[in-house]
């Protein structure tokens, strides 16, 4: 591959359990590029819902989600050139992209999109299955986990800090819900990747756990 060369950090794990400001702020430090794979199934989501696609037409969710215009600036989360960040963190959002994120012909259609992320100097990769599927042969790979009442908790706190309404009962089923649906689909289940550095934050500030990564990016050198 011709951009083999430009290094990839990937930082896979469950929902809610901070990867994604780790990557972000890793991303930050190091000058990378950005990729949050989560929210292209989100967007894919958040399209199908507003499109009034039918959920059970698996192609015709993979056609939104092939031909997407994403792109990440400045921490924000743009659609064509729609800013769309909050808009894909509503629950309805989540639990629909959690679902159509099973559905194999959705993830391949979103391969190709995702590699296209790994430009020079470097990129961040948060996902599911960043180290797993899409970037096997990454620089540095990590797991980021926490236990699922520190995620329901980090993520009651992150809705309410944004204005949505949120249930803290329901957020631990959801979570937990999520996590079995990740673990176990058939592609692309949610595993660590061979190699990785386990990194587990239900006691760690985000602070914390970026410091950690770029203690290990730097170990590499």
Do not use: C
């Amino acid at each position: 591959m011709p951009n083999s060369h430009i290094p990839v950090i990937t930082i896979d794990g469950p929902t809610a359990s901070g990867k994604g400001t780790v990557a972000h702020k890793v991303a930050d430090k190091l000058g990378f590029h950005f990729l949050d794979s989560g929210s292209l199934y989100r967007l894919t989501a958040l399209t199908a819902i507003r499109r009034a696609t039918d959920l059970h037409d698996e192609h015709a969710i993979a056609k939104l989600a092939e031909h997407l215009p994403v792109s990440f600036a400045g921490g924000e989360i743009l659609l064509a050139h729609e800013n769309v960040s909050q808009a894909i963190r509503a629950e309805e959002v989540g639990n629909l992209a959690s679902q159509i994120a099973a559905l194999p012909t959705v993830r391949q259609a979103l391969y190709a999109l995702q590699l296209g992320f790994r430009k020079a100097p470097g990129l961040v990769a948060d996902g599911r299955d960043m180290g797993t599927v899409i970037f096997p042969n990454a620089q540095l790979k990590v797991f980021l986990t926490a236990s699922v009442e520190a995620r329901a908790q980090r993520r009651y706190k992150q809705l309410i800090d944004k204005g949505f309404s949120a249930n803290m009962e329901d957020l631990l089923s959801d979570v937990q819900a999520r996590d079995d649906r990740d673990t176990h689909r058939a592609i692309a289940p949610l595993v660590p990747a061979e190699g990785a550095h386990f990194l587990d934050t239900s006691n760690m500030t985000a602070d914390q756990a970026i410091e950690q990564v770029l203690k290990w990016y730097a170990q590499l050198k």
